[in-house]
T-cell receptor, first 114, second 116 residues
């Protein structure tokens, strides 16, 4: 089955700096890569996703890059703000039986220091 | 539009007791997932449904866990008997499903289970 590795497990940055979280996956059949943000005690919420037919996607201060050859993808947050502090999860999905089987990484706890 | 609804939010039970969790997905979502999230970890898939069919239950500990999705809408996840190691947050998620369709998975608030 799919295996998703996520690094680092914790990340502290100064407000205004950039944060980068990296993930690798093992199944070359994976073609959908979402990123979720989970604030303490709350549900995971999708912040951005990318499909394997593109290499980069950007949404305001958040961007995701995908390297299919190397089987890794990264989340980039620029101009970080205290409200960006949360746990971020990457996931890799492969389609099957009409839906996606998502495998999650173990998460990165991001702390933005004011 | 209501999101994914789960109940109860919290549950404390003694070991060896049974427990059940309920999930109501977003209306029209064919795919339903049950995940278990241990403290400080990412969600781990337990079972995935396409309508009423369980298409992936390979990670479900079938000796004590069971799930059903009658009529392809609501779903229940049951543990009997519960063990101390079952303490975790149980998350339900749903998505539209289908090739070429939006595949974002929307999560419920989860049920935090504590087994004592």
């Amino acid at each position: 089955g799919e295996n998703v590795e996520q690094h680092p497990s914790t990340l502290s940055v100064q407000e205004g700096d950039s944060a980068v979280i990296k993930c690798t996956y093992s199944d070359s059949a994976s073609n959908y890569f979402p990123w979720y943000k989970q604030e303490l005690g709350k549900r995971p919420q999708l912040i951005i996703d990318i499909r394997s037919n593109v290499g980069e996607k950007k949404d305001q201060r958040i961007a995701v890059t995908l390297n299919k050859t190397a089987k890794h993808f990264s989340l980039h947050i620029t101009e970080t703000q205290p409200e960006d502090s949360a746990v971020y999860f990457c996931a890799a999905g492969s389609s099957g039986a009409g839906s996606y089987q998502l495998t999650f990484g173990k998460g990165t706890k991001l702390s933005v220091i004011p | 539009e209501a999101g994914v609804v789960q109940s109860p939010r919290y549950k404390i039970i003694e070991k060896k007791q049974p427990v059940a969790f309920w999930c109501n997905p977003i209306s029209g979502h064919n795919t339903l997932y049950w995940y278990r999230q241990n403290l400080g970890q990412g969600p781990e898939l337990l079972i995935r449904y396409e309508n009423e069919e369980a298409v992936d239950d390979s990670q479900l500990p079938k000796d004590r866990f069971s799930a059903e999705r009658l009529k392809g809408v609501d779903s229940t996840l049951k543990i009997q008997p519960a063990e101390l190691g079952d303490s975790a947050v149980y998350l339900c998620a749903s998505s539209l499903g289908g090739y070429g369709r939006l595949v974002e998975a929307f999560f419920g608030q989860g049920t935090r289970l504590t087994v004592v």
